[in-house]
C-alpha cells in the first residue's frame, strides 16, 4: 500500500535541476519519496537525480509543449505528488513591452502550470498532491514586471478552480508564494545595485529567502491533509510593507533614468 506522506510515495519536481525545484527533490527524497527530477535541462536533472542516487531517476521537459508534459507523465506512472517549479521573468515598461516577450513569461508561468494540471489530475492518485509556485508578486505589482505579475496572479487563481475541480478525488493544489529568493532565476535581479537592499529593507524579517526556506513550505503542504485552495505566502513579511522599485534601480544603472 502506498503512503502519500512518505515511503512508498512517488514525487514529481518540474523545474528540479536547480534553485528552488532541487532543494524541494532533496527534501521530499529526505521525506522517503522516490523522486522524478524533470527540467528543461535534461542533462541537469540526470545529474540530480545521479546525486540522490537511487532509486530517484532524472527526465526531461518543457512546460510550454504540451507534447513534451504529456510524454512525461506517460512515463511517470501513477504519483502522489507534482511540484511544479517552472518559471521566469523579464522586465520592461508595459509602454515598451514587446508582444511576444509578454506571452513567453505567461506560457511558462501561467499556461504551462495549466498544462501541468491538466496531466497532473490524470496521473495522481487520489488524495495526491499538487503544488505549484507563486510569488509575492501575484499581490504586489512593481513597475516593470507586468507580465510575470499578471501570470502569477492569474496562478493564484488557478490554484482556487484546480483546487475545486480535483477534490472530487482528494487531490489538494495549492501554492507557495515566495518573496526574493536567491536562485539562478533572480541572479539578474540581485546584480542590479540596491536592488538586494530594497528587498531587505521591505521585508520584516530583514533578511532574503533560500530555496530551503520554500522546500520546507512545499514538504508540510504535501503532507497537510486539510489543505487545498492555498495560496501561502513565505516571504519574511514583505507583503506586508512595499514592493522595491526594482525598474527605478535598473534605470540608474543604465543611466535612463
Not at 512518505?6 to 536547480?18: E, M, R
Not at 522524478?36 to 537511487?54: H, M, Q
Request: net charge negative.
Amino acid at each position: 500500500m502506498v503512503d502519500n506522506n512518505g515511503d512508498g510515495a512517488t514525487a514529481l519536481v518540474i523545474g528540479g535541476a536547480s534553485g528552488i525545484g532541487w532543494a524541494t527533490a532533496k527534501g521530499l527524497a529526505g521525506d522517503g519519496k522516490r523522486v522524478i527530477v524533470a527540467d528543461l535541462n535534461g542533462d541537469g536533472a540526470a545529474a540530480r537525480a545521479s546525486e540522490l542516487g537511487a532509486p530517484h531517476t532524472g527526465d526531461e521537459v518543457n512546460v510550454t509543449d504540451e507534447a513534451s508534459v504529456a510524454a512525461l507523465f506517460e512515463r511517470t506512472g501513477p504519483l502522489d505528488v507534482v511540484v511544479c517549479t517552472a518559471g521566469f521573468s523579464n522586465i520592461s515598461l508595459i509602454v515598451d513591452m514587446p508582444v511576444d516577450q509578454f506571452r513567453s513569461v505567461v506560457d511558462v508561468c501561467l499556461t504551462g502550470s495549466l498544462i501541468v494540471a491538466k496531466y497532473a489530475g490524470r496521473t495522481l492518485r487520489d488524495n495526491g498532491s499538487l503544488v505549484w509556485i507563486s510569488s509575492l508578486n501575484a499581490r504586489q505589482p512593481a513597475a516593470g514586471m507586468s507580465a510575470y505579475c499578471a501570470a502569477k496572479a492569474g496562478l493564484s487563481m488557478l490554484t482556487q478552480v484546480a483546487a475545486i475541480e480535483l477534490a472530487t478525488r482528494g487531490i489538494r493544489v495549492n501554492a507557495v508564494a515566495p518573496g526574493f529568493v536567491l536562485t539562478p532565476l533572480t541572479e539578474g535581479a540581485a546584480m542590479v545595485p540596491g536592488t538586494i537592499e530594497g528587498y531587505t529593507e521591505n521585508t520584516v524579517l530583514g533578511r532574503t529567502g533560500t530555496p530551503e526556506d520554500i522546500a520546507q513550505a512545499i514538504l508540510y503542504i504535501t503532507k497537510a491533509p486539510w489543505l487545498t485552495g492555498e495560496v501561502l505566502d513565505i516571504n519574511g513579511g514583505a507583503h506586508m510593507l512595499r514592493y522595491p522599485d526594482v525598474m527605478g534601480a535598473l534605470q540608474k544603472l543604465m543611466g535612463t533614468a
